[in-house]
């Protein structure tokens, strides 16, 4: 059988990546609804399901047509319905909006590197999809008080230009740093913003993890986590910018499991990268020179940190192959 519009190597992968993330995410939601107290949060939750699961099967359609192998993703398996409430009301659609910016950076890259048309279509309705659900969270979010606005400011009424490199320097042994602009604050905010959500999330994996390797690794990350929210918090304060980037919602005391270890190991996968990406975007945003080196160190932990979870899941069988083009110096040496 000829295929009159096979798929190529980039869209191949970015597909297979798309997969695991989406049926990591529908096992999460499986949970949060189950435990949702609040009509209009389930509503949210469950919106998005059925949206992931239509595409999910149009993925799973693809694979099918192209002869290609269905990753195994994330099943009934990974979630257990049963386990109590491992966080509280609100944490839900806070994990869930942290999911949707991960998605949105994704499916532009995805994006990119997509030459078929029913894969473009793919992405381009989880994007309308992401961007729904990102808009619903954070007006949910706000609404319940969960969520807190970043730092008001001064609003520009003149355009003025950068006349000396001065405007960059940020190691200082005397005299005054420049203010933070506003881009600086927004990055800072954002950032604080992610890693409260990150480390609450990460410190219930800690509760109920199986493994103690695991454990060990995911309190690790908690760590991280706190670290870069004081380092974060310090640079605001010492420009005596008013802190919000706080979230609502906590942690219960359950150690029941609600997700297998893989599963749980495999989500930090994923928003290390996201974190990484986003100390290199404020490195890169951040014209004061002490924000971008801290921006790189942040990168540089992150990027060690993500390392080890690798190396975890590779030990236990949790890391899905992605799929790998020919070994052609092998194919060379069997048919010697």
């Not at 002869?67 to 009934?76: A, C, E, L, N, Q």
């Not at 975890?312 to 060379?332: A, L, M, N, V, Y």
Request: glycine share 6%; hydrophobic share 40%; net charge negative.
């Amino acid at each position: 059988m000829i295929l009159t519009n096979p798929i190529n190597v980039s869209e191949v992968g970015t597909l297979w990546q798309t997969y695991l993330e989406k049926t990591l995410i529908m096992r999460f939601l499986e949970y949060f609804i189950e435990k949702a107290d609040d009509t209009q949060a389930r509503n949210i939750l469950g919106g998005l399901w059925q949206e992931l699961n239509f595409y999910v099967k149009e993925m799973e359609e693809l694979f099918a047509e192209q002869g290609m192998v269905k990753p195994i993703g994330f099943t009934s398996e990974d979630v257990h319905l049963e386990a109590p409430k491992l966080y509280d009301n609100g944490f839900d659609i806070m994990f869930v909006r942290v999911l949707k910016e991960v998605s949105m950076g994704l499916y532009t890259l995805n994006m990119n590197m997509t030459y078929n048309k029913k894969v473009m279509s793919i992405y381009e309705g989880l994007t309308t999809v992401t961007q729904k659900i990102y808009k619903l969270a954070t007006f949910y979010l706000l609404e319940k008080g969960i969520l807190s606005l970043p730092p008001k400011v001064t609003i520009p009424k003149k355009n003025t230009f950068i006349n000396s490199k001065k405007y960059m320097e940020g190691f200082k042994l005397m005299g005054n740093k420049r203010a933070l602009n506003d881009l600086e604050v927004g990055i800072l905010h954002h950032n604080m913003e992610a890693n409260n959500i990150g480390m609450q999330l990460i410190t219930g994996f800690a509760q109920c993890a199986q493994n103690k390797e695991v454990k060990q690794y995911f309190l690790k990350g908690k760590e991280l986590a706190k670290k870069q929210i004081k380092m974060m918090e310090e640079l605001l304060l010492e420009d005596d910018i008013q802190l919000s980037a706080t979230s609502g919602a906590t942690v219960t005391t359950s150690t029941v499991p609600p997700f297998s270890d893989k599963l749980m190991m495999h989500c930090i996968y994923i928003l290390n990268g996201f974190s990484i990406v986003g100390a290199g975007t404020g490195a890169f945003f951040s014209l004061r020179n002490d924000l971008a080196m801290k921006s790189m160190l942040i990168a540089k932990d992150i990027y060690f940190y993500s390392q080890e979870g690798i190396e975890i899941k590779i030990k236990h069988g949790w890391f899905e192959e992605p799929p790998q083009t020919e070994d052609r110096s092998e194919i060379i040496k069997g048919n010697e």
